[in-house]
């Protein structure tokens, strides 16, 4: 679950702050990629990555803390 969050966060960021060229093609084409993750996301089966997360040392309880 982190690696979608951390895409989807990237994505909603990167789409905010473009101020460059095609700005609507660069806005629909981000929207449409953080559609298609949280359709994946939501496919996925949380509960096996909220204990998988749990059990990551890395992770542990601190991301879910962080990230509510």
């Not at 960021?13 to 093609?25: I, N, V």
């Not at 806005?27 to 990555?49: F, H, Q, R, W």
Request: hydrophobic share 35%; aromatic share 14%.
């Amino acid at each position: 679950m982190p690696v979608y969050n951390v895409l989807i966060d990237r994505l909603e960021d990167y789409r905010d702050t473009y101020e460059g060229p095609f700005l609507d093609a660069i806005k629909a084409a981000t929207n449409a990629a953080i559609d298609k993750l949280k359709v994946y996301c939501s496919k996925a089966g949380t509960e096996a990555y909220t204990v998988a997360t749990i059990l990551d040392p890395r992770f542990k309880l601190h991301y879910y803390r962080e990230h509510e």
